[in-house]
């Protein structure tokens, strides 16, 4: 079974610009999720998507950030403008649904802004 | 608010010793408690979880952690350490809960688990 798959797997900015970060998770899997890990800490959840509508957002910080997940598949999170505060690995996750409870994490887009 | 606490920033121990990585936490309801392993440049991969049941769980790669209520403590335990353990903890808690709703998880910052030959 193939798992999450994330790309890019890194991406170099200057503040200011905007960046898109793209996940397709373990297919079946209803629940997708975006992490934002910064350099030290633990992952800290932005979104969560059951399908395609969004379930939690309330981390995400909407000024700058936007996700969708058309057709509940495919995911895209987007920084428009990136500040420097948002270089973090950014981490997409899948499960199953919710009673499956456990989550599968991608290998990460690490995110530098200059 | 649930939260997530590993004590230790980095635990050393020596290569066939037994090991421990400590996690406390704190959540409203029953916690629903992760470990996840990270290596460098890579996403974090499931060890074992505590949903309900026996206190002593079982997981990958020879891992085991127990679940101890009244202490609101998962130490991740394995009963002889290899040089290749040598990684990046995580422990993370949600709330367990039936219906639909909001489920992502809550991490601690991590324990550098380093084993030394």
């Known amino acids: 079974e193939a798992g999450v798959a994330q790309s890019p797997r890194y991406k170099i900015i200057e503040k200011r610009q905007s960046v898109a970060f793209w996940c397709n998770p373990i297919?079946?899997?209803?629940?997708l999720y975006w992490y934002q890990q910064i350099l030290g800490q633990g992952p800290k959840l932005l979104i969560q998507f059951q399908n395609n509508g969004v379930v939690d957002d309330s981390q995400l910080p909407k000024d700058r950030f936007s996700a969708e997940r058309l057709k509940g598949v495919d995911s895209t999170l987007k920084i428009q403008p990136a500040k420097l505060e948002d270089s973090a690995v950014y981490l997409c996750?899948?499960?199953?649904?919710?009673?499956?409870?456990?989550?599968?994490f991608g290998p990460g887009t690490r995110l530098l802004v200059l | 608010a649930q939260s997530v606490a590993q004590p230790e920033d980095q635990v050393n121990v020596a290569e066939g010793n037994p090991l421990t990585v400590k996690c406390t936490y704190s959540?409203?309801?029953?916690?629903?408690l992760f470990w996840y392993v990270q290596y460098p440049n890579r996403g974090l991969q499931f060890l074992l979880k505590y949903i309900t049941g026996d206190n002593l769980v079982k997981g990958s790669y020879g891992f085991e952690a127990e679940f101890n209520k009244s202490q609101t403590s998962f130490h991740l335990k394995k009963p002889s350490a290899l040089v290749s353990d040598s990684a990046l903890y995580f422990c993370a808690v949600r709330e367990g809960k039936s219906g639909g709703g909001a489920d992502g998880l809550t991490f601690g910052k991590g324990t550098h688990l380093i084993i030394q030959p």
């Open positions: 297919s079946g899997h209803a629940t």
């Open positions: 959540v409203s309801g029953n916690p629903y």
């Open positions: 996750a899948s499960s199953l649904n919710w009673f499956t409870e456990t989550q599968y």
